[in-house]
């Protein structure tokens, strides 16, 4: 079942599109919860950086980017945000 704009354009009602709308969020929510677990645990610091600790700081905010950019589109973002762009981060970390 696929959740296009064509797709919703041919059904009537409005279950299937809030099925659709449903089943985006819930794989969206999932895909930030994988971003969150990439987090280092901040109880288990073994030293104060100060790059890592900036990184770990833009890694949260791009986090906070990413939720409004999936739950709140209309608010818009201040800079382009994606899962990739912010496991890179981590990954550098």
Do not use: H, N
């Amino acid at each position: 079942m696929g959740c296009g704009a064509k797709q919703l354009a041919r059904r009537s009602g409005s279950y299937q599109y809030v099925s659709c709308a449903s089943t985006r969020f819930m794989l969206l929510s999932s895909q930030i919860s994988l971003v969150a677990q990439k987090l280092p645990d901040p109880d288990r610091r073994a030293t104060s950086d100060p790059e890592r600790e900036a990184a770990l700081v833009e890694a949260r905010w791009l986090i906070e980017e990413l939720r409004v950019s999936l739950f709140a589109q209309t608010l818009g973002t201040a800079r382009k945000v994606s899962v990739q762009r912010i496991s890179k981060l981590l990954a550098k970390i």
